[in-house]
């Protein structure tokens, strides 16, 4: 069987997207913060600039799983009752609640106290928009999918990423809370490891008349285990400096973001390789 690469427009858009989501909170606690001046504050804000980029990519890519710009604006036809279009809506209303907030900062046009109801309101919608996300794979005659751990690897995904992309955007001026975002980002992955062996066992179990996970990713444990090395040498390329005192550089920040990334795709790539249907028969 393949390794659900064919999904690999829908993999960088769910990955790249939880990281964005993760970021901007995190840039957003950066700018609540009272200990932020406001050198830090503009260097923060022209940070926040990638976060959109990231999150315009994640998008282009959605579109070309859709096929046309056409199908993409017609899968919000269905919003409230379909959990595609929800994902879209909630994905749009982020996107222009923190972008028109950036634009208006950038330009000096926003007041400090609608700026932070704002951002406030903006977070909650990138949280919306992940859940979102994990609710279009809750299937119900998709057993692989239908289950907790779908939600909580996606949110998982931005608390791994998204603190070391806010902490790499916030620029070297911003040292807000470094320690604290790399031991979220830590306990994420700790976490996420642990329920991944969870799944495991859960998932040896199923079966249907037509296949079984077994056969259709027979080096899961292999794969996933190089999913949470990829995960721990990004971390680590972030963290270590820290460990010595020193501030951790813009170089080896991104190369540990883009290691991250990538351990979060072969995880990801697992994740859509398990699609299984109920069949005849079931077991597990």
């Not at 064919?6 to 990955?15: A, Q, S």
């Not at 909630?90 to 907030?101: E, Q």
């Not at 329920?195 to 859960?202: P, R, T």
């Not at 991104?254 to 005849?280: P, Q, S």
Request: hydrophobic letters at 55%; one cysteine or more.
């Amino acid at each position: 069987m393949g390794l659900g690469w064919h999904e690999w427009p829908l993999m960088l858009f769910t990955v790249l997207g939880q990281c964005a989501v993760g970021g901007f909170i995190v840039m957003g606690l950066s700018l609540l913060c009272s200990k932020t001046d406001e050198a830090q504050r503009k260097s923060v804000h022209k940070g926040m600039f990638f976060i959109w980029v990231l999150l315009g990519i994640g998008f282009l890519l959605s579109m070309m799983h859709l096929g046309t710009i056409a199908r993409a604006m017609n899968s919000l036809n269905r919003v409230g009752e379909s959990a595609l279009s929800n994902e879209i809506a909630c994905g749009i209303a982020f996107f222009a609640l923190g972008g028109f907030y950036w634009l208006l900062a950038m330009m000096g046009k926003m007041p400090a106290a609608l700026g932070k109801l704002w951002l406030i309101v903006a977070m909650i919608a990138g949280v919306v928009f992940i859940y979102a996300m994990s609710r279009v794979y809750q299937i119900d005659t998709v057993p692989t999918w239908h289950s907790g751990y779908t939600t909580l690897s996606f949110f998982m995904t931005a608390l791994v990423g998204g603190p070391l992309l806010g902490s790499l955007l916030k620029g070297r001026q911003c040292t807000c809370s470094g320690k604290a975002l790399a031991a979220v980002s830590v306990m994420a992955l700790i976490v996420s490891a642990a329920f991944g062996m969870m799944q495991s066992a859960e998932l040896s179990s199923m079966s249907s008349s037509v296949t079984s996970v077994a056969v259709m990713v027979p080096n899961y444990a292999s794969l996933m285990a190089l999913r949470v090395a990829l995960v721990a040498i990004g971390l680590a390329l972030w963290i270590y400096p820290m460990v010595r005192g020193q501030q951790p550089g813009t170089a080896s920040m991104l190369l540990g973001f883009i290691v991250v990334v990538g351990g979060e795709v072969i995880g990801r790539a697992v994740f859509y390789n398990l699609h299984m249907t109920v069949g005849m028969t079931f077991g597990g």
